[in-house]
């Protein structure tokens, strides 16, 4: 009897234990709990940034014109976060007068989202828990210490379960474009209060390699991992746009499905890829990899150049 009662309690710490994670507790999670993995750090170990700093064009002069940003327009502030800080931070939690935002990165997705950071009229506050979901970042809230998935933009435990964050548009593009459409944009700083070498890229060689560094639940053959794709959603149904297809077309393209009319934006220059409504207002959309888009979609569609047949 003795040994039976050990064999429970043995038990009943393993499973404690595998519904804990990085101190987390993710009992009731929305996805399996073995497909949520630490990414190595901490909670915290990737600090975001709480008190950004800003500079002008003329004082950023760490930036080169090739660097990669994530461009932002809300409430008449223009601001780019350089992807060479946010591969140390991933989080930004910034201001725009009475509107507050999460600039959030995924640096092993290649994915820039932007939220609106109110939730039922309560303004949260996002770190970096550590813990990763088909290789995508487990954001976490430090009101309710809720996880929530950025491809999903939605609270996968605790407290804020099932509750969904507004995308806002964000453009991914380089420092040089940016700057050229955008004269009176700042940078953020790389006055941020940590000392990293953001001089350095720690992911150097990975957005060409075809190597995943986690599981993932669903993976696709059709285009390499790492293919940029443009992930637009539009209620339930998502479509990538690849930039090896765009770069076949003459950089704009009107597309209609989920009886919406979008017009597609692209230059193969810099990168850039955007969507917009046909009021010509920035459709919120996500820029990454094709493997992590599709883990999150499935059953997304994909747009395909139409091959012409030779007589």
Known sequence: MTKYFLVLALWACTSLNAQIKNGFDLKGALIPLDQIVSGGPAKDGIPAIDQPRFVTIANAGFLQPDDMVLGLVRQGFVRAYPLRILNWHEVVNDQFEAESI?????????????FDRRVNGQVLSFGVSGLLYNNDVLLYDRQTSSLWSQLMGQAISGPMKGQQLM??????TTWGDWRNSHATTQALSADTGHRRAYDQDPYAGYDISTEIMFPLAFRSAGLHPKERVLGVQIGKQTKAYPFVELGKTSGVITDTWAN?????????????ATAHASNGAQWPAVVGYWFAWYAFHPDTAVFRVATQRVP
């Open 102 to 114: 999460t600039i959030t990165y995924c640096p092993l997705c290649g994915t820039g989202v932007a």
């Open 167 to 172: 995308m806002v548009p964000v453009t991914h």
């Open 260 to 272: 919406t009319t979008l017009t597609i934006r692209f230059d193969q220059a810099t990168g850039r």
